[in-house]
């Protein structure tokens, strides 16, 4: 079974996925580390960013280094919106995830999960939450500036759903879930539920 669970940054994907990912024994796939790695290895330098090794699990990695903390920099979050616009990374990154998936039962969160990585999945969450909640969750998740994030979230919002290869936009059936408000616990009981009743 997939679970997918597409939204906008902040909106609570990582969090409330793997929640939901571990009270259903599902494996978890952060489908953003994955652009965030192409896009930390272009910062670095690298030869050749679509080709370095990316390590998923509990822990991140970049040819074998743990980039679990420096993925989520402000300056990486940009360069990965930039690199998610561009079909060649997008076909790369889109045919590693759905093999992942194939291979059991999975929680995967991003923005193009249950529209065109996986339009099959079983159940399509997309969560939402108001700009402002958004840019706080962040900018205490990362040490930051609420008002800065809220300026860059917007600049990052609107070229995630204005780019040309598959903008951001919810699944004709995907049910809309507003976290705004609503605990982590509600949230996450309200996806496991729906899951139930597929
Ligand atoms: O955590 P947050 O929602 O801020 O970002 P993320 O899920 O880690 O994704 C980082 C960037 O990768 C996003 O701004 C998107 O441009 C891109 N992305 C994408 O295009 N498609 C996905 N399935 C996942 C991420």
Redesign the pocket.
Known sequence: MLIAI??????G??TVARAVAAALGFTYL???????CV?LAELRGHPDPLGAAIGLGERITLEGEDVSTA??APEV?ER??????RPEV?EA?VAM?RELIASGDYVA?????GTV?APGAELKVFLTASPQERAHR?AVQIGADAGQVLRE?TV?DA??AT?EH?P?AAAPDAVEVDTTGRTREEVVAHIVALAGER
């Not at 597409?6 to 909106?11: L, R, W």
């Not at 969160?109 to 999960?113: A, F, L, P, S």
């Open positions: 597409d939204g906008p940054a902040g909106a994907k990582s952060d489908s953003g580390a994955m652009y965030r896009a993925i989520r979050s990965a919106s930039e690199v998610a616009a997008r990154l995830q969160e991003g923005r193009d999960i990585v962040r979230q990052r070229r995630d780019r598959s951001l």
